[in-house]
């Protein structure tokens, strides 16, 4: 922790004086964290807890770090500060390229495997029985892990325009019998699905042995999929959002900047604050420690049930342009 006059004097000195406001901000309520939980043992504000119960009784911590290109320059890196500043949830993809990255930080942490939740998926190039199975040894592999907490596969069907394409239900169905045995062989602590929308679970269902745990959706105010979700509630399916911060395309939106104005705080914190809210586990991701830990403190933000209504009501803004059956659209 840095002195006051350690702050005061970064904050003279920073080109980008927003930002390191901020920061410090995030550093005055980290010190009045630690003083509140020397109070009561409980974090967070209303939530009580930092874990949700999957549906096959495993805990998962409902903020979990994203690691999608976090390896462009120095992935090692940015992910040995996310756990140096308390991300015990990591979340990483054979796609990402840095499954390497994440496992050295892990190790070199020093901070026993146990308290890890490590996710990771398996990618639409590689869908089928034989490819999962080989897939999931070699994330394992570079992990430099014995067992993965939560195995995903990453879309429900080949990229758009490859011949694989219209098979998509007998490929999630071998993919997931692959992924059901990883798991009944203690592989895998839990395993579920990531951007499948109802018409896709649906048909995973019908010959699943394991419901699946998670599906991870893109979700954030302006894009909230509310069919889905509903169904996934109504199965017994986690939700995680990804992208809960709009990957930063939401920091103009009006109605988002006055809520953060309402409550003296962030645009990227009324979206993380309205993620966890909404039931969503959240994976922010960030390359800066400051942010890492503004994103980290997301449940001590509790937004009126007006303002979030207002949010779910707002029309349809910070959307990726990916959809699991359309050619991607560059927005
Ligand atoms: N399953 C899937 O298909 C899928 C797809 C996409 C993403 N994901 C997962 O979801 C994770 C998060 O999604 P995402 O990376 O797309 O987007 P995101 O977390 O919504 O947003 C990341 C962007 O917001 C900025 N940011 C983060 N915290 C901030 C803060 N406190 N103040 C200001 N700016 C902030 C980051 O900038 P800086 O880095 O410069 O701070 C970055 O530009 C990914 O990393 C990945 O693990 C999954």
Known sequence: MKTVEELVDQMKRSEDLQDDVRG??????????????????????????????????????????????????DGYKVISDAISVGYRHLDTAALYENEED?????????????????TSKLARYALGYENAKREFETSLQKLGLEYMDLYLIHWPRPDYGDPNYDDWVALDRESWRAMEELYEAGKIRAIGVSNFLTHHLEKLLENAKVVPAVNQLELHPGYLQEDTVSFCRDHGIAVEAWSPNGRARLADNPLLLELAEKYQTSVPAVCLSFGLQSGYIILPKSTHPDRMKENLLADRLILEDADMQKIQKMPQAGWSGEHPDQETVQI
């Open 102 to 118: 994440v496992g050295k930080a892990i190790r070199e942490s020093g901070i026993p495997r146990e308290e890890f939740f490590v």
């Open 24 to 73: 410090i901000f995030a550093e005055f309520l980290l010190s009045q964290a630690e003083e509140d939980d020397e109070e009561k043992p409980e974090q967070g504000t209303g939530m009580g807890t930092n874990s949700i119960r999957l549906n096959n009784g495993v805990d998962i911590p409902i903020i979990g770090f994203g690691t999608y290109k976090t390896t462009v320059k």
